[in-house]
């Protein structure tokens, strides 16, 4: 299987190039060229399989330059242990509402799902493609995104992993647990500034061929681990497929008949695989979007009109806030082809807007709804699905189900639908706790206790165990200073 650029000027790669190069040459994002089918006796078979190894079948369809064996191995290394009780479990709340749980694992965030088992796929690619240099991977994180992916990186052979975050931009528990990760090959940096001055720091160096030719020298490169690399999108594929699997297997679906899904969506990652695997063949009806006061998509799936000339909200559900959507590249591209793709692309950079002509629009619309949900309809969601249900949900989570009781209303569909819940809520207590109602409370472990007691659950370990943990990266340096930082940090991990 051979992967092509979402705008059509590169030449066809493996997929084990398309991993490496995150990006393809022509500033498209790589897409399988045509998508494998799910056969219903697969689909059967699957039923019987645990995540692994569900994971293991679908991944293989598409990676077709990975062996099984090599698969499975990291499929079970990703997915085992580091998740608990289990991957992707499935929470049936009513005979027609259920939730995939996206965030049993290290970090308690749905971004581990692919960040477990991208870096390993990056590893043997760098062996397939017979690269000999380390993959320094650099990531401006405004917090969820960085620890993930030094959790994921952490002693992966041949790749390192130095994450960038403001000093001030991120919350007291999300610095917390970037400054005590372990590992031999992570490092963590503050920087004095905003978010958008890590982000525009790492964008320069990647820009830099003087800083690649040093990095060169130290027998290190480059690379990227953020949602536009098909290796971050090959792995959420896999449990769209499992939840279908799990709702058969609970009495909640017929084998073969429809369900839909709600995903709580900023980047478009994440609902874009939910559509992969809807092209494969799994039974699904609808996709809905589900966005927050940024409802750039909303709109978008309204009218066919892409636009993002409007105010930036900051939100309860932060991982949402975003005004460009790069996923939705590949979408456009998978109805459209490169060709309207590239146009599209090139308005959105000139001019912050697209528009689709009908034919596309009436494809897209077939598949997809939107919907959003307020500051307020959120907090209120997440108190009565607390009070009819007795389960607590994250704030975006709490979007999703917004988009997804609204969609339920309407008598014309009547499928099951499964809502897609991308973090725990002991990610965002704050949040939780205003919903609930219970007092202000100034620390986090703190609060931790305040909606366990309140709730009767308990805080995943990975979020308390971080404050007993040592901190091993300190100190603060200015943004001019990040291309010295790191080139030292090459340095350091050649000796
Ligand atoms: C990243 C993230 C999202 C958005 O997912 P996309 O793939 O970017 O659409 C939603 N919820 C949480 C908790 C996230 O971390």
Same mark, same amino acid.
């Given at each position: 299987?051979?992967?092509?650029?979402?705008?059509?000027?590169?030449?066809?790669?493996?997929s084990?190039?398309?991993?490496?190069?995150?990006?393809?040459?022509?500033?498209?994002?790589?897409?399988?060229?045509?998508?494998?089918?799910?056969?219903?006796?697969?689909?059967s078979s699957?039923?019987?399989?645990?995540?692994?190894?569900?994971?293991?079948?679908?991944?293989?369809?598409?990676?077709?330059?990975?062996?099984?064996?090599?698969?499975?191995?990291?499929?079970t290394?990703?997915?085992?242990?580091?998740?608990?009780?289990?991957a992707?479990?499935?929470?049936?709340?009513?005979?027609?509402?259920?939730?995939?749980?996206?965030?049993?694992?290290?970090?308690?965030?749905?971004?581990?799902?692919?960040?477990?088992?991208?870096?390993?796929?990056?590893?043997?690619a760098?062996?397939?493609?017979?690269?000999?240099?380390?993959?320094?991977?650099l990531?401006?994180?405004?917090?969820?995104?960085?620890?993930?992916?030094?959790?994921?990186?952490?002693?992966?052979?041949?790749?390192?992993?130095?994450?960038?975050?403001?000093e001030?931009?991120?919350?007291?528990?999300?610095k917390?647990?970037?400054?005590?990760?372990?590992?031999?090959?992570?490092?963590?940096?503050?920087?004095?500034?905003?978010?958008?001055?890590?982000?525009?720091?790492? &964008?320069? *160096?990647?820009? +830099?061929?003087?800083?690649?030719?040093?990095? /060169?020298?130290?027998? %290190?490169?480059?690379?990227?681990? $953020?949602?536009?690399?098909w290796?971050?999108?090959?792995?959420?594929?896999?449990?769209?497929?499992?939840?279908?699997?799990?709702?058969?297997?609970?009495?909640?679906?017929?084998?073969?008949?429809?369900?839909?899904?709600?995903?709580?969506?900023?980047?478009?990652?994440?609902?874009?695989?939910?559509?992969?695997?809807k092209?494969?063949?799994?039974?699904?009806? &609808?996709? *809905?979007?589900? +966005?927050?006061?940024?409802?750039?998509?909303? /709109?978008?799936?309204? %009218?066919?009109?892409?636009?993002? $000339?409007?105010?930036?909200?900051?939100?309860?559900?932060?991982?949402?806030?975003?005004?460009?959507?790069?996923?939705?590249?590949?979408?456009?591209?998978?109805m459209?082809?490169?060709?309207?793709?590239?146009?599209?692309?090139?308005?959105?950079?000139?001019?912050?807007?697209?528009?689709?002509?009908?034919?596309?629009?009436?494809?897209?619309?077939?598949?997809?709804?939107?919907?959003?949900? +307020?500051?307020?309809?959120?907090?209120?969601?997440?108190?009565?699905?607390?009070?009819?249900?007795?389960?607590?949900?994250?704030?975006?989570?709490?979007v999703?189900?917004t988009?997804?009781?609204?969609y339920?209303?309407?008598?014309?569909?009547?499928?099951?639908?499964?809502?897609?819940?991308?973090a725990?809520?002991?990610k965002?207590?704050?949040?939780?706790?205003?919903?609930?109602?219970?007092?202000?409370?100034?620390?986090?472990?703190?609060?931790?206790?305040?909606?366990?007691?309140?709730?009767?659950?308990?805080?995943?370990?990975?979020?308390?165990e971080?404050?007993?943990?040592?901190?091993?990266?300190?100190?603060?340096?200015?943004?001019?200073?990040?291309?010295?930082?790191?080139?030292?940090?090459?340095?350091?991990l050649?000796?």
């Amino acid at each position: 299987m051979n992967y092509i650029s979402t705008r059509g000027g590169s030449a066809p790669v493996s997929s084990a190039v398309a991993i490496k190069q995150g990006l393809a040459p022509d500033g498209g994002l790589y897409l399988p060229e045509s998508i494998p089918a799910l056969s219903a006796e697969l689909l059967s078979s699957l039923t019987s399989m645990d995540y692994p190894h569900r994971a293991t079948e679908i991944l293989s369809l598409f990676l077709t330059d990975y062996t099984k064996e090599e698969l499975l191995a990291d499929c079970t290394a990703a997915y085992s242990e580091r998740f608990l009780p289990e991957a992707a479990p499935l929470k049936v709340l009513s005979s027609e509402l259920s939730v995939l749980e996206l965030w049993h694992g290290p970090t308690c965030a749905f971004k581990d799902m692919a960040l477990q088992l991208t870096p390993r796929l990056l590893s043997r690619a760098l062996v397939k493609t017979g690269e000999k240099r380390t993959a320094l991977i650099l990531v401006a994180t405004s917090g969820d995104t960085g620890k993930a992916a030094l959790d994921g990186f952490c002693d992966i052979p041949q790749t390192a992993i130095q994450v960038y975050y403001p000093e001030k931009g991120v919350s007291a528990a999300q610095k917390r647990q970037m400054i005590t990760q372990e590992g031999s090959n992570v490092d963590v940096v503050a920087i004095s500034g905003h978010f958008d001055d890590a982000q525009s720091g790492v &964008k320069q *160096i990647f820009g +830099s061929s003087e800083t690649a030719k040093a990095l /060169d020298a130290q027998n %290190t490169f480059l690379s990227s681990a $953020n949602s536009i690399n098909w290796g971050r999108l090959v792995p959420q594929i896999a449990y769209y497929v499992s939840a279908y699997c799990d709702l058969v297997n609970a009495g909640g679906v017929k084998m073969g008949n429809k369900v839909n899904f709600t995903v709580p969506t900023g980047n478009f990652g994440n609902i874009l695989a939910g559509f992969i695997a809807k092209k494969m063949g799994l039974p699904i009806g &609808k996709l *809905i979007c589900a +966005s927050n006061a940024n409802n750039v998509l909303t /709109d978008f799936f309204a %009218t066919g009109v892409y636009d993002r $000339n409007r105010p930036f909200h900051v939100t309860l559900s932060p991982s949402m806030d975003i005004l460009i959507s790069s996923n939705l590249e590949r979408l456009l591209c998978m109805m459209a082809g490169p060709e309207k793709t590239k146009a599209w692309m090139e308005s959105l950079a000139s001019s912050g807007r697209y528009e689709l002509d009908g034919e596309t629009f009436a494809m897209i619309a077939e598949h997809f709804a939107g919907d959003y949900a +307020s500051e307020e309809a959120c907090l209120d969601r997440i108190a009565s699905v607390w009070s009819r249900f007795g389960y607590l949900i994250d704030p975006h989570t709490a979007v999703a189900m917004t988009a997804a009781e609204r969609y339920l209303a309407d008598p014309a569909d009547s499928a099951p639908m499964i809502v897609v819940s991308t973090a725990s809520p002991y990610k965002f207590t704050p949040a939780v706790a205003k919903a609930l109602g219970l007092p202000d409370v100034d620390s986090e472990p703190a609060r931790f206790e305040q909606v366990g007691a309140f709730t009767g659950t308990v805080a995943p370990a990975p979020l308390t165990e971080v404050y007993s943990k040592p901190v091993r990266f300190e100190g603060c340096i200015e943004p001019a200073a990040m291309t010295e930082t790191v080139l030292s940090f090459a340095a350091k991990l050649n000796k």
